[in-house]
C-alpha cells in the first residue's frame, strides 16, 4: 500500500521508519527535500505537485497540522484523520471554544484582540496566560502575564487584527497526556498515561505510570468518537493540586509523549498510527517495562556525549538530522527500565549527559 505524509518532519521520519516494517510504501509532501521524512520517503513532491502526489498515493495522513489553505482545498475529502480536525486545531480560540460547547474542563478563558489585550487582561486578573490564536506550538506565540507591563512584549511581537486566548495560569500538581487510537470500525485503544515536564512551554522529557486517571481515558474515549478520529489522538491535560483534571490541547497526530512507544510498547503509536489509516488491526498498546523519553532541544550532533548518553543502560538515541535552531527538537533519547524509580534515575542522567545542569 502507498502512504501519503503530509509534512516532512520528525513524526513522519518515525512513521516512515516503522511503516517499512509492514512493507508500507511512502510519499512525502513538504517544500522541504532535506526534511526528516522527505529523506526517507521512497518519494518526495513539494507542494506545487500536489496532484501528483495525491495520484501517487492510496492514502493520505499527517503529522503537521498547519497545512496551508490551498492545499486543504485540494486534500480535504482524502485525507484520514479527517483534515475537518484541523479547522477546530487551526484557531486556539476554535479549540478552547469546542470544549466548552461539549462541556468538557478546560482552564477558565476569555477572548481578546490586539487592541483591546489591556482592558481585557485587567478585567481578567493577574496571573494569566496570553495564547496567540494562530500557529503556536512549543510555546511559541505564548506569554505569561503577571502585570500589564508584561504586555509590552506582546505588542511588540504581534500586529493589529491578531486575536489571543487569555487563560487563567492553572496551578498544577503535574501534566499528563493520554494518546488514544480508534480505526475505521471504530475500535479504540489508549496507550498508558505519561507525566509530561515541559520547560519553557517544550516538552523536555515524560515518562510512562503504571496508574491511569478514569476521567482523562473517558475524554479521549469521547473525543476520539466526536471528531470520529481514524489514526491517533493526543490530549494533554492538566492535573491540579485539588484533584482536577483540565484539558489543556489535543494533537490527531503522532505526538512528541508517545515517542516512548517505540521501545516501551508492545505496538508503537506511529505503527498503530499506519495500521488505523490502513485498515489493519489495532496493535497492543501495553507497555513492555517502564518507560521514558528526553528530548534533545538546539543542539549539533557533535555537542553530544555520544560515548556517555549511550552507556546509560536502556537508552536509545533518535537523531533526526536537522539543522540546530535554538531549542529546536532536533533528536530524542528512549529509555526503558525494570521499575519506574530507574527509569527516573536514567532520565535524570540523561539530562545531565545533554544538558550539563543547563536548563532551569
Ligand atoms: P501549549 O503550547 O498550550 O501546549 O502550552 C505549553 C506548556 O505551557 C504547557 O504544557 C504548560 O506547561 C504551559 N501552560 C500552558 N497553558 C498553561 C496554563 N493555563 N497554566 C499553566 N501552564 C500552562
Redesign the pocket.
Given at each position: 500500500m502507498r502512504v501519503g505524509i503530509l509534512g516532512g518532519g520528525q513524526l513522519g521520519w518515525m512513521t516512515i521508519l516503522e511503516g517499512r516494517r509492514l512493507g508500507l510504501e511512502f510519499a512525502v509532501l513538504d517544500k522541504d527535500p532535506g526534511a526528516p521524512a522527505s529523506r526517507v520517503a521512497d518519494l518526495w513532491f513539494p507542494p506545487e505537485r500536489v496532484r501528483d502526489f495525491i495520484r501517487w498515493c492510496d492514502l493520505i495522513t499527517y503529522e503537521f497540522e498547519h497545512i496551508h489553505e490551498e492545499l486543504l482545498e485540494e486534500l480535504y475529502d482524502l485525507t484520514t484523520p479527517s483534515l475537518s480536525i484541523l479547522e477546530v486545531k487551526r484557531s486556539r480560540i476554535e479549540e478552547k471554544e469546542f470544549y466548552r460547547r461539549k462541556g468538557l474542563p478546560i482552564?477558565e478563558f476569555t477572548v481578546a484582540d490586539y487592541s483591546g489585550l489591556s482592558p481585557t487582561v485587567k478585567d481578567f486578573g493577574f496571573p494569566c496566560?496570553l495564547?496567540a490564536e494562530r500557529l503556536?506550538?512549543?510555546?511559541r506565540g505564548?506569554y505569561r502575564i503577571d502585570s500589564l507591563e508584561d504586555l509590552h512584549q506582546v505588542f511588540k511581537n504581534h500586529k493589529e487584527g491578531e486575536k489571543f486566548v487569555v487563560?487563567?495560569?492553572?496551578d498544577?500538581s503535574f501534566?499528563f497526556s493520554v494518546i488514544g487510537v480508534r480505526d475505521k470500525k471504530g475500535n479504540t485503544k489508549l496507550y498508558p498515561l505519561t507525566i509530561n515536564r515541559?520547560d519553557k512551554?517544550i516538552l523536555l522529557y515524560n515518562f510512562t505510570r503504571g496508574f491511569s486517571i478514569d476521567e482523562a481515558n473517558q475524554i479521549v474515549l469521547y473525543l476520539m468518537e466526536e471528531l470520529s478520529i481514524v489514526g491517533l489522538l493526543a490530549v494533554?491535560f492538566?492535573y491540579t493540586w485539588d484533584g482536577k483534571v483540565l484539558i489543556?490541547?489535543m494533537a490527531p497526530r503522532p505526538h512528541n509523549t508517545g515517542h516512548y512507544s517505540l521501545d516501551g510498547s508492545y505496538t508503537s503509536q506511529f505503527e498503530n498510527l499506519l495500521r488505523a489509516v490502513c485498515g489493519l488491526p489495532l496493535g497492543s498498546t501495553k507497555l513492555k517495562s517502564p518507560s521514558g523519553m528526553v528530548n534533545i532541544l538546539g543542539l549539533s550532533l557533535e555537542e553530544l556525549d555520544l560515548q556517555a548518553l549511550l552507556s546509560v543502560e536502556g537508552a536509545k538515541l533518535y537523531w533526526y538530522g536537522k539543522d540546530k535552531k535554538p531549542r529546536r527538537k532536533v533528536g530524542h533519547v528512549n529509555v526503558v527500565a525494570s521499575t519506574e524509580q530507574e527509569v527516573e534515575e536514567k532520565i535524570e542522567r540523561l539530562l545531565e549527559v545533554i544538558y550539563h545542569h543547563e536548563l532551569s
Open positions: 482552564p496566560i495564547k503556536g506550538y512549543d510555546g505564548q487563560e487563567r495560569l492553572v498544577f501534566e515541559h512551554g494533554e492538566f489543556n490541547e
